[in-house]
């Protein structure tokens, strides 16, 4: 394939993946970027809502011509049962300002200006390539990738592996373990079209503005999950997701529990007439810090997904992806620069500098979230739904039954659904998590 | 749930979506059984694609020209050895427009 050798070779061109080679590409470094797909994000899936803050840092005029579809200014999230929800709303004006702060955006579109961003920076683009090996010297540092494509290995001083959750590379050489059925998620998800007037009116929305809806409860049956509804320019993307280990005990279909989502009589008006033009799957890592893998090593660095860098409490991934490839790249151009190896023990510098970064500490943070969630699934995802849609039903149900007796019953259910006991354990190892 | 869901079709889903196979070589392999593990039989309602199904003898059997790649099966079957998994050759594949 080629003779020469890089600086560095980037796997991936998702969002980690471009950060990194971006960050050095235009620090002169010479970069070769690998992706399987026809082009970068044709095989890439997200909600999505970008955030702001995470690409001005690698790239502060992205504004210009970053393909971007509305600019945040609602967000509800829903707790459901069968047939209601109840939900909480934010929206402001604030919102509306010369710089906003979370976007949605349509992750083909948005991977492939990326991408353009990358190669203009100076960086090499290598498309329907998928890296088979790595490449090891006789000591055991990574000294280069193996692919697909007929001939040589291709040599460089480091790999930076930004190859997303399903990562063969990096486990296959013993790098990191494959991901556990119950530190992933998997999530279905549909694009729906419809005239942007449409969206405008049904979620309250003018000029490019976005609504996005989270909902928990009953749609999952039992597993732990979330479904979301996130307005783009002309489409809405929806979709489910819940975690692996529960689908495979509860063995319910995944496009099945999206269909339910899309029927529910909360939903069904937002999305009715629209047309589904695709329809896609993809895992999330959900296992948070006490998920995260070796992050570097003898020439080799991991980001991103790849690494469980991924802030499920928060439905954060691709600003946790791009900040950590951002540090990467700016972590081995320091390297570069003082003309040291790339080795493990100055490779440690990607570490320290990431762990004073919002990634690692978030993360930290919540570090007993997953395990939690996971394991009360049952109460948080359906009993408290359903108990809290009861009691608002109850409430707003004028009929002759005192107030006061209302209250009551309301409370005697979520006691004799839960015990007491249950209830403040609950609430105290929620509050323990999300200290 | 008490709304009605009609009889969805997987396939109907499938055919929105942009493809390139590798004919003749599939990616994901299940291996020979006479019974399907638990894992692997899961598969046949878990698999988002509906790739993974039951045959007549009961085993399970996968047809992955509509696989989207996203690694469920990979993660339930592959440390069992009850399935190979790897991606498909660069440009092979799904094809998201969207994502
Ligand atoms: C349904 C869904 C909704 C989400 N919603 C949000 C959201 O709203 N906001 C948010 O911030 N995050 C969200 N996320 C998470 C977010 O998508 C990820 O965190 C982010 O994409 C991770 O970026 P990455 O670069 O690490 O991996 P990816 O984006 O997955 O990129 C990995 C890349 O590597 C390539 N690749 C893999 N192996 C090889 C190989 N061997 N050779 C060559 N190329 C290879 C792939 O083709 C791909 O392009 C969502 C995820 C899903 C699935
Ligand atoms: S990778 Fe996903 S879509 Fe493909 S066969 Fe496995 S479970 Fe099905």
Redo the contacts between chains.
């Keep these: 394939m080629t003779e020469e050798k890089f600086d560095v070779i980037v796997i991936g061109a998702g969002m980690a993946g471009n950060a990194a080679a971006y960050t050095m590409a235009s620090r002169g470094m010479k970069v070769l970027q690998l992706e ?3 082009y970068p ?6 909600g ?1 809502i970008m955030y702001a803050d995470m690409l001005e840092k690698i790239m502060p005029d992205f504004r210009d011509d970053a393909p971007l579809e509305r600019h945040l200014v609602e967000q509800r999230f829903w707790m459901m049962d ?2 209601s929800h109840i939900g909480m709303q934010y929206r402001s004006d604030d919102f509306n300002e010369s710089r906003p702060n979370r976007y949605t955006v ?4 948005f ?1 492939k200006w990326f991408s353009r961003k990358v190669r203009e920076a100076g960086a090499t683009l290598l ?4 890296a088979t090996e790595l490449v090891r010297d006789p000591k055991g540092k990574v000294i280069g990738v193996r ?3 007929a001939g040589e290995a291709i040599l460089a001083d480091v790999v930076v592996l930004a190859e997303g ?2 990562g ?1 590379l990096g486990t296959r050489a013993g790098l990191r373990d ?4 119950e530190t ?1 998620a ?1 999530a ?1 998800k ?2 729906h079209f419809l005239p942007e007037e449409v969206i405008d009116q049904r979620f309250g929305l003018k000029a490019n503005e976005g609504c996005v809806i989270e909902a928990a409860g ?1 749609i999952t049956r039992n597993m732990a999950g979330l479904a979301f509804l996130y307005t783009n320019k002309e ?1 809405i993307s929806i979709g489910i997701g819940c975690l ?1 280990s529960e ?3 509860t ?6 529990l999206l ?2 989502f899309k ?3 909360s939903v069904k008006p937002l999305i009715a007439g629209s047309e ?8 999330i890592p959900e296992g948070g810090y006490k998920a995260i893998p070796p992050l570097f090593g003898h020439g080799w660095v991991v980001v991103g997904d790849a690494a469980q860098l991924n802030n499920a409490v928060h439905r954060e991934g691709s600003n946790l992806a791009m900040t950590s490839g951002r540090i990467a790249g700016e972590a081995i151009a320091q390297i570069k620069n003082r003309k040291k190896p790339m080795i493990k023990e100055n490779l440690s510098l990607y570490k320290s500098m990431l762990e004073q970064s919002f990634v690692i500490k978030d993360l930290r943070k919540y570090k007993d979230m997953p395990a939690l969630l996971h394991t009360n699934s049952r109460n948080f995802f359906t009993t408290y739904p359903k108990l809290l849609s009861q009691a608002a039903q109850s409430f707003m149900r004028v009929d002759s039954t005192p107030k006061l007796d209302k209250e009551r019953a309301a409370t005697a259910a979520f006691i004799k659904a839960r015990s007491r006991l249950g209830l403040v354990s609950d609430a105290v190892r929620l509050a323990l998590a999300w200290r | 749930m008490t709304t009605a869901v009609t009889n969805i079709r997987v396939e109907d889903k499938l055919y929105q979506n942009r493809y390139v196979v590798d004919s003749g070589r599939p990616h994901i392999r299940v291996r020979p059984h006479e019974w399907p593990s638990v894992n692997l039989y899961a598969l046949t309602s878990v698999c988002p694609a509906k790739c993974y199904e039951l045959n007549d003898q009961g085993q399970v059997e996968i047809i992955a020209d509509g696989c989207m790649e996203c690694g469920t099966c990979r993660i339930l079957c592959e440390a069992s050895g009850d399935i190979e998994w790897n991606y498909p050759r660069g440009g092979f594949g799904v094809l998201f427009k969207f994502g």
């Design positions: 399987r797909g026809e994000g044709s095989k890439n899936v997200q999505a069968d047939t349509i992750r083909a579109q991977d498309c329907e390539t998928t692919t697909d494509r959750v399903n063969l494959t991901p556990k059925p992933v998997l279905v549909e694009m009953t489409s692996v689908f495979a005990v063995m319910e279909s995944p496009y099945d269909e339910r029927n529910h009589p589904v033009k695709e329809y896609a799957a993809h895992l």
